[in-house]
């Protein structure tokens, strides 16, 4: 399985953006790249995903590398509520067990006031 | 609100004690998982199932067991084999097993052997 490599933890002030490296070198060309990320005690949530545009939505943005080794994700305004755990996850996408998730350690973003 | 719903939240047992965390989906959901996630660590996937009637091993199966007889419904027998079995049990779902849908995970069981 392809595997990923994050910082273990990342600081952020609130109000400012959070950048979340995430190295993938081993990426094949048809893994998908996923963002999720846990807040304590809780289960982890879907924050984003993509393939190898750049992607955007309500939470987030996913700046993928041209050559797919890397990618970055974006927290345009970090708030209190976005110091979680940051999972950068790569999986097949044919779905099935190619499909499944595995999680690595990793980064966990402190937000100060 | 459709979702995902795991119980009890906390849950001790005795050792050498067999115990089962319910799971519950009503999101029509196809798919479901069962991880696990050790105190600093990652989710490990330890079974899941396609469909209804069907489940595969995933990493760390040993000393697990599951049912899928309902398609909303996959509970996680902890049994005694399980030399190690204090941990955080997340369970999640997915809408089709062969499709890029997101998972979604329930609020997790916390269980402690004593």
């Known amino acids: 399985d392809a595997k990923t490599t994050q910082p273990n933890s990342m600081e952020s002030n609130e109000e400012e953006p959070v950048h979340l490296p995430c190295n993938h070198s081993t990426i094949s060309g048809t893994d998908y790249i996923h963002w999720y990320r846990q807040l304590p005690s809780q289960g982890p949530e879907y924050v984003i995903h993509g393939l190898t545009s750049n992607v955007n939505n309500r939470m987030a943005s996913l700046a993928i590398a041209e050559d797919r080794k890397s990618s970055t994700l974006i927290l345009h305004r970090a708030t209190l509520r976005d110091a979680a755990v940051y999972y950068c996850i790569l999986s097949g996408n044919y779905g099935g067990s190619q499909g499944n998730l595995i999680f690595g350690k990793g980064t966990k973003l402190s937000v100060k006031p | 609100d459709g979702g995902i719903t795991q119980s009890p939240k906390y849950l001790f047992r005795k050792e050498g004690q067999n115990v089962t965390l319910s799971c519950e989906q009503n999101?029509?959901?196809?798919?479901m998982y069962w991880y696990r996630q050790d105190p600093g660590q990652g989710l490990r996937l330890i079974y899941y199932?396609?469909?209804?009637?069907?489940?595969q091993k995933g990493d760390i199966a040993e000393g697990y067991s599951v049912s899928r007889e309902k398609k909303e419904s996959f509970p996680l027998t902890v049994t005694s084999a399980q030399k190690n079995p204090t941990a955080f049990y997340l369970c999640?779902?997915?809408?089709?097993?062969?499709?890029?849908?997101?998972?979604?995970f329930g609020p997790g069981t916390r269980l402690t052997v004593l």
């Open positions: 999101l029509n959901h196809d798919a």
């Open positions: 999640a779902s997915k809408k089709e097993y062969s499709s890029y849908n997101e998972q979604f």
């Open positions: 199932s396609q469909i209804v009637n069907d489940f």
